[in-house]
């Protein structure tokens, strides 16, 4: 509140009225938000260290916008980021720290432009591209830095990413069930196997000695 009553202060003592001020609060508000997004740490598994000075690089999300995207014969996609310190490109991202990266750098790039016609117009990319999964290798390939992708291409991006990180998601919850129906399968045998290992006893018990 404090933040919004400077800026009715300022916008008043620059001429404006206040019906102005109020029609321009979504574009300011937006402004503040994205700040916020960009400047958020990305929490990956292990920091990155950058191979030519050795900055241990603290990433945040506006940070993703100059990484460069590639692939390797490992990974279908990797981020080689830029080090804030020496301008180099210092370390390689891959599998899950590169998706959260790239999901992330992308949440903040494709704030500044939003819209349904936008977004409906990157889904149509990303089903003409065949799919998710051909997509991320596509740009992938292209070695670009996130910045520097069209901004609907942008968005294909962040969709597909999204999308295989659900995909992923339910795979793991699906392995962890099936992980689960083992272990109550197995349970249930050795409990199985124990009651008959004690009625065997039993009976060996309940027989008169002769």
């Known amino acids: 509140?404090?933040?919004?009553?400077?800026?009715?202060?300022?916008?008043?003592?620059?001429?404006?009225?206040?019906?102005?001020?109020?029609?321009?609060?979504?574009?300011f508000a937006r402004s503040i938000y994205t700040?916020?997004?960009?400047?958020?740490?990305?929490?990956?598994?292990?920091?990155?260290?950058?191979e030519r000075c050795g900055t241990v690089l603290l990433l945040r999300a506006k940070q993703v916008a100059r990484a460069r995207l590639t692939a390797t014969q490992q990974a279908d996609l990797a981020l080689l980021l830029t080090c804030p310190n020496c301008g180099s490109e210092a370390a390689m991202l891959t599998g899950p720290d590169a998706a959260a990266a790239l999901r992330r750098g992308l949440t903040y790039l494709n704030l500044a432009r939003g819209g349904r016609q936008r977004a409906e117009d990157a889904a149509r990319l990303v089903e003409a591209s065949g799919g998710p999964d051909r997509l991320i290798r596509g740009v992938a390939r292209s070695e670009l830095t996130v910045r520097s992708l069209a901004p609907d291409r942008r968005l294909a991006l962040e969709m597909a990413v999204d999308e295989q990180a659900e995909v992923a998601a339910l795979e793991q919850q699906w392995k962890d069930a099936e992980e689960l129906a083992d272990i109550a399968d197995?349970?249930?045998?050795?409990?199985?196997?124990?009651?008959?290992?004690?009625?065997?006893l039993k009976d060996d018990t309940d027989q008169p000695n002769g």
Not at 39 to 50: A, G, N
Not at 187 to 192: G, I, P, Q, W
């Open 35 to 50: 700040g916020m997004v960009g400047r958020r740490r990305i929490e990956l598994v292990e920091p990155p260290v950058c």
């Open 186 to 200: 197995g349970l249930l045998s050795s409990d199985a196997e124990l009651e008959r290992h004690l009625r065997r």
């Open 1 to 27: 509140m404090a933040a919004l009553g400077v800026a009715v202060a300022v916008n008043v003592a620059a001429g404006g009225s206040f019906g102005v001020f109020v029609w321009n609060m979504p574009n």
